[in-house]
C-alpha cells in the first residue's frame, strides 16, 4: 500500500475550525446549496471553501484545509437578510419546486440580490447621514447668530446616481430570478417589470391574485428605472434639489422630482423617498419570492402550498412564508 503523502495526510485528516468571531454570534445553520457551504449566524453569513476546492491537485501543503469567506457582515438577526436570502431559502427548495427550476441557483442569484440591496441601505443611510449633519450645522449656526450659510450635501446628484443604479440593479437581478421560472414567457434578464406584468397576464389572466400584485409595483419600478437613466444621462426630467432658502426664510431639505413622459414622481423629500425606496424594494422582492414558490410547486406528491406563517409559528420573526403541508388539525409550516 502506497504510503500517503504529507498534504494527503493533511488534508484527510479531522480537525476544528473557528468561522469569523465571537462577535458573529452563534451559528444557526449551515446550507450546502450547489456545492457552496454556507455558514449562517447571527450577525454574518460565511462561505467555507474546502483545500480541494481550491487546489484540486494537492500541490500546495501550505494551504489551509478550510479558508473562510465573508459574504455579508448580516445574519438571522438582520431583517434584511431574512426577508431576502432565508425567505429564498425557506421557499427555494428541490422538494417542494417543480424540477424545471435550478434551486440552488436562485439561492447564488439571491445572494447576488442581498448585496445589492445591503449596499443600497448603506448608501442611503450614509445619504441620509450627511442630510442630518448638514441640517443640524446650519441649526446650530443659526442658534449662534453667526455669518450666514446655507446648509448643503456635497455630491449630490453623484449619490443619487449611485443609489438609483443599485436600486436599478435589484430589479435586474430579481427579473434574473422570475426568468429561472418562466423561461418561456419571452422574457430575459434585462426585461423590467411592466414586461413581466403584460405577460405574467397573459398567462393567469388579470384578476389572478400574483398578477395583481405586480400590477401595483409597476409605477414604483418605472420610477426608479427612469430615474436611473435621468441621474446616468443627466436628463432634463430627473431633478434633485439640494436646501433651498423660502420667501419667509425657512429652509426646505433636499427634494427629488422626476417628469417623465410615461411616469411622474410630484417633487418630494428626497430623503422620505429613500425610506421608501428600501421599504418597497424588501416587499417586493419578499411577496414576487412567495408568488413564484406558489406558482410552481412540484406536483404528483403531497398537496404543498405557500401561507404565511402564524407569529407565534415562525423559527425566525422575519421570514414570513413558507410551505404548508396539511398534516394534522393546523397543517405543518416547513421551515
Known sequence: MEEKRPID?????????????????AIIEMKNIGGRLLVIKERSIYEMVMADTIDPERTNVNLPTTIHKLIIDKGTESETVSRTLLSAMTLFRPEYISNTVDCPKLIGLTIDLLSEISILEKEIKEYQFAEK???DEYEERRNQKVSYKLPSVVSLESK???IFQKAD???????????????NLGLTKQSHFPNFHEKLQEKYGEADPFVEFIKKTVYFMQVIRELRNGFDHRLEHTKVFDFELQTDGNIISPTILL?????????TSLSDFLEITTKNMLNIIELTFAYLAGKNVRTGGMPYQVRQIPDEKRRNKFVKFSFWT???EEGFYNQ
Not at 430589479?171 to 423561461?183: A, D, G, H, R, S
Not at 417628469?259 to 417633487?267: F, I, Q, S, T
Open 169 to 183: 440593479h435589484i430589479e435586474q437581478t430579481l427579473m434574473e430570478i422570475i426568468v429561472k421560472f418562466y423561461p
Open 160 to 162: 443619487c446616481k449611485t
Open 326 to 328: 396539511p398534516i394534522g
Open 133 to 135: 449633519t448638514a441640517a
Open 259 to 267: 417628469n417623465h413622459k410615461k411616469v411622474k414622481l410630484e417633487r
Open 9 to 25: 495526510r493533511k488534508r484527510e485528516s479531522g480537525g476544528h475550525t473557528d468561522i469569523g468571531s465571537e462577535e458573529d454570534g
